[in-house]
């Protein structure tokens, strides 16, 4: 059995969204039990009425608009600080929160802990593709500055969740860039494109440009938190802008509403992918537990899926999975040294 803690607390929508997410998650997994994270008033007779749920009882919650170290440190008996609490002394494998991604992000580095060698933990999410395959996408926010060497770490941290997430065995990974030539990009960029090189072997396939972000080319594709929020807002507000002006163009005509018709499940159907519903979210790799951070405009079915993901994260190894990784770059480290 996989134990893992839900805050039920996180997000912009009403408790009862998380709550009947979790319903669904527990309902989808009969190995799964569910620490619920929240005020008891809202835990306990939720956790009463459903079998291998366990209230973990919290006074206080962490809003978004709250400045997420101090409230961290503020506010001990949050829903997101004793459920990284609950997953660091063992009571549970792994978290779920749709809460605010800097607080989460603060308390899991105290509460959780990093794997060892590991320098910064980064944001990651699977982003669909036009091919049918889809590629996870790093940093998405975490680290605004990132070095050559950090870079790495993300690009072996991605091929782990790949193969856990996407079950790819032998995901590909490339550096986002302004160009596919080895000297595009800024100084920065070409030095992490000489450590991805040296690095990833076979693996690393160069860099990829923006229009790859969709195109569903590669496994992974790798970047610094600046670039990679960026660039995952500009989807968003693109996929935004363009189901708008179709629903905007539906009013001109009875033959542009009919069009609509037919067309509303296709368009149904890209949003859902666009939204990160299926995998619940971003994951937050690097630490001891796997933790992710869903949408705080989140769903029923978002809150199922992550939790989902997050026990699959668990039984699939993830955290086992990075350290073997990082493990084979510093045997291939220290044999090209010894040569």
Known sequence: MVTICVDAMGGDEPVEVVLEGISAALAADQNLNVLVAGPAEVVVPFCEGNARALPLAASEVIG??????????????????????????????????????????????????????????????????????????????????????????FAQMGRAYAKVALNVAEPTVALLSNGEEETKGSTASQEAFRALKEAGGSWFKGNAEGTDLLAGRYDVIVTDGFTGNVSLKTL?????????????????????????????????????????????????????????????????????????????????GLVQKITDELEAEKAAEEAAAAE
Not at 247 to 259: D, E, H, N, V
Request: proline content about 5%.
């Open 64 to 153: 978004m608009d709250e400045h997420p170290a101090n409230a961290v440190h503020q506010k001990r008996d949050s829903s997101i600080v004793r459920g990284l609490e609950a997953v660091r002394k063992g009571s549970a494998d792994g978290f779920f929160s749709a809460g605010s991604t800097g607080a989460i992000f603060a308390a899991s580095a105290r509460g959780v802990g990093r794997i060892r060698g590991i320098k910064r933990p980064c944001l990651a999410g699977a982003v669909p593709g036009a091919s049918g395959r889809k590629t996870m996408f790093l940093d998405m926010g975490a680290n605004p500055d990132a070095t050559p060497e950090v870079l790495v770490q």
């Open 236 to 316: 968003e507000g693109t996929a935004k802008f363009i189901l708008g002006e179709a629903k905007k163009a539906t009013k001109k005509s009875p033959r542009a509403a009919l069009g609509a018709l037919l067309l509303k499940p296709a368009l149904k159907d890209i949003a859902a992918q666009l939204s990160g519903d299926e995998l619940g979210g971003a994951v937050l790799l690097g630490l001891k537990a796997p933790v992710i951070i869903g949408h705080g405009a989140t769903s029923v079915d978002a809150v199922k899926n992550g939790t989902l993901v997050c026990a699959r994260a668990v039984t699939g």
